[in-house]
């Protein structure tokens, strides 16, 4: 089996280097669709290839083919999908598998052996993990990728941004979800996304029943520190927005709204009526606790987030934060038992189960030595009344 990764480049000459040499040698093919770059992205992808036919760069196992169209100037508008599936028409027809990488994304090293290995076992779409990383390289939360497919014309990339890709052939499509396969994601936090506003408003009046393009904006809107607009537009993806087919999307709307509103009551109602889609996160206790503590009601934060203790299993089906399952809300508790409670025993019981989370935690090391004296402190003083 043959595999070919395809992309979309525009201005990303900071991150083609890494990028081709952590696929190169595993892919049998690398085609890249350039949609109007201003720098030297274009020039710099040709150095990969010679841009007119498929061969090897030695030492790189991996046959690369680049192009270039300004699909702006092409359609009027930036058309993710479009490029997309235009990207895809660089795929030479002798490859039997896609992976679609964005130039920001690194795959974990033997992907493409673990991709093989279920498309022999007869499956015909691999999940695995995105992993999101901040500017320093840490990680801040992780959701299930769809980045592989057959070389099929079934296949088709659907919506102006933030696109899917969509299968409409009769057979069976068969999806494996394997947590060996990981893409680490190293966004440019620099990056000027005006262009992803500006869609993201075409797209909701273009289509304004559809609840994707409207939670997107909301999103988009919050990362700016627009609150107010970014609560305006969850709130008109509930009104307006058809959720018949997606309840996952109406939960996520819910929770975003909850975080962005400045009216607790209605917070408070988006979590209540979040909850009532039978569908629970840590997310959701993580977020009510949050209003709870900034009501003063330290009983209730507390609650909620023994709450979230009790969601075992972490589901990136339902965007959970993965965080919330590496001691965060152990850090927490054990800071909420110390502080407002003077249960030192339980700031200790908690700060423990944190560091088993998290056991390069620094700070937690620092804090459970703060509790234990503490601990030891009112007990002499106990033991002297």
């Not at 192009?67 to 100037?73: K, M, V, Y």
């Not at 000027?192 to 997107?216: F, H, T, V, W």
Request: net charge negative.
């Amino acid at each position: 089996m043959k595999i070919c990764v395809y992309a979309i480049c525009k201005n990303e000459s900071k991150f083609i280097d890494r990028w081709m040499k952590s696929i190169a040698n595993e892919a049998d093919y690398i085609a890249v669709l350039d949609t109007g770059s201003t720098d030297d992205s274009f020039n710099k992808l040709c150095t990969y290839s010679d841009n007119s036919l498929f061969y090897d760069i030695p030492p790189y196992k991996a046959k690369i083919y680049v192009d270039s169209i300004d699909i702006q100037a092409e359609l009027g508008i930036m058309r993710f999908d479009a490029a997309r599936n235009q990207s895809l028409k660089l795929v030479p027809i002798d490859a039997d598998i896609c992976v679609v990488l964005d130039l920001d994304q690194v795959p974990v090293k033997g992907w493409s052996d673990i991709i093989k290995e279920r498309f022999e076992q007869g499956y015909t779409e691999v999940h695995g993990d995105i992993v999101d990383h901040d500017a320093n390289g840490l990680e801040l939360n992780r959701w299930r990728s769809r980045n592989v497919h057959p070389n099929s014309p079934f296949w088709i990339w659907e919506r102006v941004i933030h696109e899917g890709i969509e299968y409409y052939g009769k057979e069976e499509n068969k999806i494996i979800y394997d947590n060996r396969f990981i893409i680490n994601h190293y966004p440019d936090y620099n990056k000027d996304r005006s262009l992803y506003k500006e869609l993201l408003y075409y797209s909701c009046k273009k289509y304004p029943k559809d609840p994707y393009y409207g939670i997107y904006l909301g999103i988009e809107l919050s990362r700016r520190g627009t609150k107010q607009e970014s609560a305006e537009a969850f709130r008109r993806c509930l009104n307006e927005c058809d959720f018949s087919k997606d309840t996952a999307l109406k939960y996520q709307t819910y929770l975003n709204l909850a975080l962005v509103t400045d009216n607790d009551i209605e917070a408070h109602n988006m979590l209540n009526l979040a909850e009532e889609l039978g569908i629970k996160t840590r997310r959701l206790y993580n977020i009510r606790a949050d209003i709870y503590e900034r009501q003063g009601n330290n009983d209730a934060a507390i609650s909620s987030l023994e709450q979230a203790l009790e969601i075992e299993s972490y589901s990136s089906d339902w965007k959970d934060d993965r965080a919330l399952y590496s001691g965060n809300i152990e850090d927490r508790l054990s800071l909420f038992y110390y502080y407002t409670k003077k249960d030192y025993l339980k700031s200790i019981e908690y700060c423990v189960k944190a560091l088993q989370l998290s056991p390069d935690n620094n700070r937690l090391i620092t804090n459970l030595k703060y509790y234990y004296n503490s601990f030891l402190e009112s007990r002499r003083t106990n033991d002297g009344k």
